[in-house]
């Protein structure tokens, strides 16, 4: 089981990203997917999560600007980010609670990261 995360780049204040995140291998079930951002010199920090039945929950700093939302059949969660900011410079990793075909318990699987850079 993998995960590998696309859609970083380079953008200016107040531009837009679109970040993608699939999940594949032998995959019985993913359940709750997320978004996580470690910028330089801080700790990880959640961005926001959301859950196989598409409840979404969301840091306060991102609320109104970021959306996530997830195509379960591609096994695919989306971080759309909106009116970007040069303190939203950081890694993005994505994170999904997977239960793999051999397994009967769920574990934790995160992407390589992406780096999203917010010029001012």
């Known amino acids: 089981v993998q995960l590998q995360a696309s859609g970083g780049g380079l953008v200016q204040a107040g531009g837009s990203l679109r970040l993608s995140c699939a999940a594949s291998?032998?995959?019985?079930?993913?359940?709750?997917m997320a978004w996580y951002r470690q910028a330089p010199g801080k700790q990880r920090e959640l961005v926001a999560t959301i859950t196989d039945g598409g409840a979404t929950r969301y840091a306060d700093s991102m609320k109104g600007r970021f959306t996530i939302s997830r195509d379960n059949a591609k096994n695919t969660v989306y971080l759309q980010m909106n009116t970007l900011k040069p303190e939203d410079t950081a890694v993005y990793y994505c994170?999904?609670?997977?239960?793999?075909?051999?397994?009967?318990?769920?574990?934790?699987?995160w992407g390589q990261g992406t780096l999203v850079t917010v010029s001012s």
């Open positions: 994170n999904a609670n997977i239960r793999p075909r051999w397994s009967t318990s769920d574990d934790d699987y």
């Open positions: 291998g032998s995959i019985f079930w993913v359940n709750t």
